[in-house]
């Protein structure tokens, strides 16, 4: 007698026990799924935009300043599908003064930077010291039959110290170019080239012409898209 009850507590016991395993928070949902383990990610490789103008939009994150009679209008290119939309500054009457027409402004200040620098370490991972293979990358247009004393000038402009590293860029080609620039390319007013990268608090394009050069010609426009910082490759435009 005793030893069927104690039979059947252990039958109870057990009935109880499996019962408490199918409780819903208990359910194993089914093997753990390893990820795989032969992908290999090109960590070295480094990324920043600092603009492009795909909303067909004036980014607010960037400055245009114009010459009299020139304007800024953000532009679709229908004939090249790697540009889109990109920045336009047009001169609409021919230029009657040197130089200066006007500029695109990239400064670390509208980037919501307090302090007015580019923390390329902390946006993008990349090495400050690496000046020979980080780059500057856009796309320019060009035209055929332009001066050659007409020019885009490329400026790097540092913080503490403060300085203007710079390259100039002749605008005489056909449609657009992809430019890849590393930074220690850019030179200062004593031929001195850039040793880092963690003082740049802006990069300015401006649009260079010389006087009376382009005579019942088309108004010329400096053309822009795709203004991105890389480290350890060339960004890829297409």
Same mark, same amino acid.
């Given at each position: 007698?005793?030893?069927?009850?104690?039979?059947?507590?252990?039958?109870?016991?057990?009935?109880?026990? +499996?019962?408490?395993?199918?409780?819903?928070?208990?359910? +194993?949902?089914?093997?753990?799924?390893?990820?795989? +383990?032969?992908?290999?990610?090109?960590?070295?490789?480094?990324?920043?935009?600092?603009?492009?103008?795909?909303?067909?939009?004036?980014?607010?994150?960037?400055?245009? @300043?114009?010459?009299?009679?020139?304007?800024?209008?953000?532009? $679709?290119?229908?004939?090249? =599908?790697?540009?889109? /939309?990109?920045?336009?500054?047009?001169?609409?009457? #021919?230029?009657?003064?040197?130089?200066?027409?006007?500029?695109?402004? *990239?400064?670390?200040?509208?980037?919501?930077?307090?302090?007015?620098?580019?923390?390329?370490?902390? !946006?993008? #991972?990349?090495?400050? !010291?690496? *000046?020979?293979?980080?780059?500057?990358?856009?796309?320019? @247009?060009?035209?055929?039959?332009?001066?050659?004393?007409?020019?885009? !000038?490329? =400026?790097?402009?540092?913080?503490?110290?403060?300085?203007?590293?710079?390259?100039?860029?002749?605008? $005489?080609?056909? @449609?657009?170019?992809?430019?890849?620039?590393?930074?220690?390319?850019?030179?200062?007013?004593?031929?001195?080239?850039?040793?880092?990268? &963690?003082?740049? &608090?802006?990069?300015?394009?401006?649009?260079?012409?010389? &006087?009376?050069?382009?005579?019942?010609?088309?108004?010329?426009?400096?053309?822009?898209?795709?203004? +991105?910082?890389?480290? #350890?490759?060339? /960004?890829?435009?297409?």
């Amino acid at each position: 007698m005793i030893h069927n009850k104690i039979t059947g507590l252990l039958i109870i016991s057990l009935f109880l026990f +499996v019962l408490s395993g199918c409780r819903k928070d208990n359910v +194993v949902e089914g093997p753990t799924i390893k990820q795989p +383990v032969n992908i290999v990610l090109d960590t070295a490789y480094k990324v920043f935009k600092l603009a492009d103008f795909e909303t067909g939009v004036f980014p607010s994150t960037l400055t245009a @300043g114009i010459e009299t009679f020139g304007t800024y209008k953000i532009l $679709k290119d229908t004939t090249d =599908q790697n540009i889109n /939309y990109y920045f336009s500054l047009v001169n609409s009457v #021919n230029v009657t003064w040197d130089w200066y027409l006007g500029e695109l402004r *990239v400064d670390a200040v509208k980037f919501g930077n307090t302090d007015s620098i580019f923390h390329f370490k902390k !946006l993008a #991972n990349m090495d400050s !010291l690496n *000046v020979s293979n980080t780059y500057l990358n856009f796309n320019l @247009g060009g035209y055929s039959d332009i001066t050659p004393n007409s020019s885009v !000038l490329v =400026q790097v402009i540092t913080k503490n110290p403060s300085n203007a590293f710079t390259y100039s860029i002749n605008l $005489k080609w056909t @449609g657009w170019k992809n430019i890849s620039i590393p930074f220690d390319a850019f030179a200062d007013a004593t031929n001195a080239t850039m040793s880092n990268i &963690k003082n740049i &608090k802006g990069i300015h394009f401006t649009f260079l012409f010389q &006087k009376g050069k382009n005579t019942n010609k088309t108004p010329l426009s400096m053309l822009l898209d795709n203004i +991105v910082v890389t480290q #350890n490759k060339v /960004y890829q435009f297409n």
